[in-house]
């Protein structure tokens, strides 16, 4: 059995291109006892992958040049030397930009296609959803009648994002760019309030949208929109920050003036509270509680998403970097073969 | 009876000038049912002063021109219409830089001299002292074998960090300027390491005295302190935030990069904790708690303080000056009166 492979060829300075992959084809070595062979239906692309490619200080290890790249992928079973796993069964695990991969049973998940399309454990059930729920639960703590703001929210944390702050009785307020995420952040996900970053008058519209201010600033995006949203920012306002999108392909510090002493001024004057956070983190405390009302939520439709799916394991460069662009239009994944 | 005021003439650009304080003498009063007068003998002086003199957004609202300069002060009941307190009592009140106040009995706490001296409900059994109390410990949340790093570590809060710190098993770190104060922060304060921000080698010291990074950064200085504290914190690191006394004269943002990005890219990677905090937010929560335990540690001596007396309230706003510059050595009072 082969695998067609996506590797890291070289780290990019600033966006990925042409010369960031590479693709391989390595023939995968036979079954162990309590392995499985899958043939991968489904990879994930999300932005943290971006970090992966860089050596700076992060949360997890960097992809080593040669490797093939991570990511979050469901699997159908074709071969099975692990109790409880038969062809066919489909499984969520983290075998990365390939075809197909040996795995150890214990270190995927089943899932079951009857509950939900297996996609959505890439997504709204998965890790971004799980994102979602965790921050804004945990940290946000959005009460009643508060404001949540959310960036990039046609995408699969901010879309769930301002749609549990709903359900918790919050104000949602999406930002997004172009006209056509901006009408789904109403009409399909439920936002109080949509609102364009690309627009000339962004701030004026943000200010008219939070005419209370801003309690929970979920953070996913950084940049100028950060710039605006803490602008607004109540006292006693939580941020979650639980990625920075906006700046990933930097390649140097901004210009000044510096604006950190400004902003470390206004975390004292207004009593803030901000917390990066990696959803791992809160997988014990909340990874039960998770499943159970995220998986209620969307089958009531109180939670909806989009997927935005790409076919073909070779359009996965090219996908990654438009994603970093806010080019995708919900849960960028895509489809690796049928 | 009369008093003695300093009051706001004309607000500081920059550091407070000759031409930011004006003294007047004003006739007292008669007093009405409910109200003591007070011959004021102590005042405090605290760098969140500095903050009232500003019209920019902050937590309180600013002194106006023309108004007594606000501050927390001992005094001694001269007359009582306030059952009660009779003469002879000390009280804690938030009389301002004056030397005779009349004011409301029930916004008044008594003081008993024989259980501390009264002026330790200025510092380390007052607002500073529970400043520490409830942002290290609230916030901060030092686990035992954890580090915890404070700057102004002789004054009247990082004295108490540092100490408090260690009750709960943390090791803890000081920073300070100048020999003397360094001196003191291990031989005085017991903390396990102290560094001179103003030696050369400043960072090479502070690496060195924080081997397994930092936990806790208990920010009350800001400026280059904090961008040298920030490269050793660890994951999970927590800095609650209780002034930035080093940007309080800035008149204007520093020069660039911008280091904000980088910091919130910091923020994320390393899921830190950064909150800013006010005293008053824990009074209801952690106000009983810390009058026990404070009050048990100085007396135990397991928390010592140490006090920087002025005499004279028309010394007031040099003494305020300097201490923005960090020329105190531990709480500074003004000696009102006898």
Redesign the interface.
Known sequence: METTQIRLAERPVGEPDDSTFTTATETLPELEDGQVALAIRYLSLDPYMR?RLST????ATPVEIGDVMVGGTVGEVVESRFEGLAPGDFVLSYSGWQTAAVVDGRHVRKLDPSVAPVTTALGVLGMPGFTAYAGLLEIGRPKEGETVVVAAATGPVGSAVGQIARIKGARAVGIAGGPEKVRALTEEFGFDAALDHRAPDFKEQLKAATPDGVDVYF?NV??KV?DAVRRRLN?YARIP????VA?YN?T???????????????????????????QD?FTRSHGRDFVRDMGEWVRSGQVRYREDVVDGLENAPAAFTGMLRGENFGKLVVRVSH
């Open positions: 970090g700076a200080r992060s949360y953070e950084g940049g950060f006292t920050v639980c990625g920075l700046n930097l140097s510090q901004p210009e000044g003036p510096d604006q950190l002493p400004g902003f470390l001024g206004q975390v004292l004057t207004q009593s803030l509270t901000v917390r990066g956070f990696i983190e």
